[in-house]
């Protein structure tokens, strides 16, 4: 049974930093594609960051760039997401999500393409 279970959410006020984890079991962690995307309420689910099973290949939303890094850690069957410089727009509940198979940068930016999703954590950024 694969399982995604995020962790490291919480309320941080304006400029502040949260690390998020993502453990995963049930599948071969390290041939998988993972992805971080969030929804803030009212609003649909965006993409966020999404890094291959080669680290090297990782991507990020516009929005994010240069104040979020996704890195992973095969060994800990785990993905992260590095937020600092948080915004209270960043506000929103954040989920990692799955894949395997062949990384394609454009494909991985849309929440269809993975196959298994966590259950979320909150992210509350205070003004």
């Known amino acids: 049974q694969v399982q995604l279970v995020e962790s490291g959410g919480g309320l941080v006020q304006a400029g502040g930093s949260l690390r998020l984890s993502c453990a995963a079991s049930?599948?071969?962690?390290?041939?998988?594609?993972m992805g971080w995307f969030r929804q803030a309420p009212g609003k649909e689910r965006e993409f966020v960051a999404t890094?291959?099973?080669?680290?090297?290949?990782?991507a990020s939303a516009d929005s994010v760039k240069g104040r979020f890094t996704v890195s992973r850690e095969n060994a800990k069957n785990t993905v992260y997401l590095q937020m600092n410089s948080l915004k209270p727009e960043d506000t929103a509940v954040y989920y990692c999500?799955?894949?395997?198979?062949?990384?394609?940068?454009?494909?991985?930016?849309?929440?269809?393409?993975?196959?298994?999703w966590g259950q979320g954590t909150q992210v509350t950024v205070s003004s």
């Open positions: 049930g599948i071969d962690f390290s041939r998988y594609i």
């Open positions: 890094i291959s099973f080669n680290p090297s290949n990782r």
């Open positions: 999500a799955a894949r395997s198979g062949v990384y394609n940068v454009i494909r991985a930016r849309r929440s269809s393409f993975y196959d298994y």
